[in-house]
């Protein structure tokens, strides 16, 4: 989930911190056409993660993780309580302009008392796609091959609102980190993406410093696009009819 949303529930910025913490901060406010649930009761699973959405059980797991100082700096986050968190969790799952799972690790034990929603395995991080309504727009403007290629979607539809989405991960827990699961979750979130909401092209925007995450996207076949001095960051996207 992305951290930094916790500033405003209306307008976000956009980030992406270190190897293992790559967060994005949106700027567009939800539209009340399409509720994201899409993802309600969805299990995507790979060979070293599992993906499940985030629900009110698994807050209080979320919200330890916000206590870690390093974790704060970070991601450019302030504290909030859990009451906060639980609110903006609410939100986050009500938003149509978010998809976002909750990471777990099959290979460490489950939380009982987080079944049946983090059933399989032991929550490390999430996943996310925030859709930029504006985005949508110019994407529908454009005239680019990828639309025409995107034969896997199974709803037409949903194209007009969701072609264009900005993609992050962050594994909060360090003992997942550098085990291949940030990597294959991110897979496992386009894939889902393409399929079910027709996206066509994800956008990682990434600290220009931050070279163990941009090699991340590099690996999964994201390209460089253009630099963005005032944000100290770089742009990379992927259409989704390139292989990865």
């Not at 994201?36 to 699973?45: A, D, I, P, S």
């Not at 990471?103 to 939380?111: A, C, K, T, W």
């Not at 995450?213 to 390139?242: D, T």
Request: charged letters at 30%; glycine letters at 4%.
């Amino acid at each position: 989930v992305a951290r930094a949303h916790r500033h405003c529930f209306q307008f976000r910025c956009v980030h992406i911190q270190t190897a293992f913490l790559i967060k994005h901060l949106h700027s567009r406010c939800a539209r009340p056409s399409f509720r994201m649930r899409l993802n309600e009761g969805v299990r995507l699973e790979g060979d070293r993660c599992i993906l499940v959405p985030y629900e009110k059980e698994l807050v209080p797991t979320y919200h330890e993780w916000m206590k870690d100082t390093e974790i704060l700096e970070l991601t450019g986050s302030d504290p909030l309580t859990l009451e906060e968190e639980l609110e903006m969790q609410a939100s986050w799952r009500e938003d149509d302009d978010k998809l976002t799972f909750i990471v777990l690790d099959p290979s460490s034990p489950e939380d009982p008392s987080l079944n049946p929603a983090a059933r399989g395995g032991k929550m490390v991080g999430d996943v996310n796609i925030f859709y930029n309504p504006s985005e949508q727009d110019e994407e529908q403007e454009a005239d680019d091959t990828a639309a025409k290629d995107i034969s896997a979607c199974t709803d037409k539809e949903k194209r007009p609102t969701h072609r264009v989405g900005e993609i992050e991960v962050m594994i909060a827990e360090k003992s997942a980190r550098r085990k291949g699961i940030a990597k294959e979750a991110l897979r496992l979130l386009m894939e889902y993406a393409q399929r079910e909401l027709c996206t066509e092209r994800f956008v990682a925007k990434i600290k220009e410093h931050n070279a163990p995450s941009i090699a991340l996207f590099e690996q999964l076949g994201y390209k460089f696009v253009k630099a963005v001095p005032v944000f100290q960051e770089v742009v990379y996207e992927l259409r989704a009819s390139e292989p990865r």
